[in-house]
């Protein structure tokens, strides 16, 4: 799953399609990765488990992570092509936002010990 991952964001950064809108989609992707890599830290340090019981299970917390990564980034191309630029940057950034709080809390959890 961590292939598809890397595959899928390697293919939505390196498209010529996306070159307006790339910084929009670093945010989102890194602040993506952040939560995914902090909640697997988390986990793994034993004082930390996956809050939403459909995701508690590694190969489907990794696939659906992928999946909402490539819609939200697929959302804002969307909006970024179609002149709604302002709106894409707002919602980069409330993505963003939201992701790196949560990547800050699951750092907390992983320091507990």
């Keep these: 799953m961590k292939t ?6 390697s293919l939505i950064v390196s498209s ?3 070159a307006g809108d790339k910084p929009l989609l670093g945010i989102v992707i890194s602040a993506n990765l ?6 697997e830290m988390a986990r793994a340090s034993g004082n ?6 459909l995701l508690q299970n ?7 992570k992928a999946g ?3 819609v939200e980034s697929l959302v ?16 980069a950034l409330l993505i963003g936002g939201f992701h790196g709080w949560v990547a800050q809390h699951n750092l907390g959890i992983a320091r507990l010990r």
Excluded at 4 to 9: G, M, Q
Excluded at 48 to 53: I, L, M, Q, W
Excluded at 76 to 86: A, M, N, R, V, Y
């Design 16 to 18: 010529p399609a996306y």
């Design 68 to 70: 909402a990564t490539t």
């Design 48 to 53: 930390g488990r996956e809050a939403n019981p």
């Design 76 to 91: 804002i191309h969307q909006l970024w092509t179609t002149d709604h630029k302002k709106n894409a940057v707002v919602l």
């Design 58 to 64: 590694q190969k489907i917390f990794w696939g659906i």
């Design 4 to 9: 598809v991952f890397a595959i899928i964001v």
């Design 34 to 39: 952040a939560d995914l890599v902090t909640t």
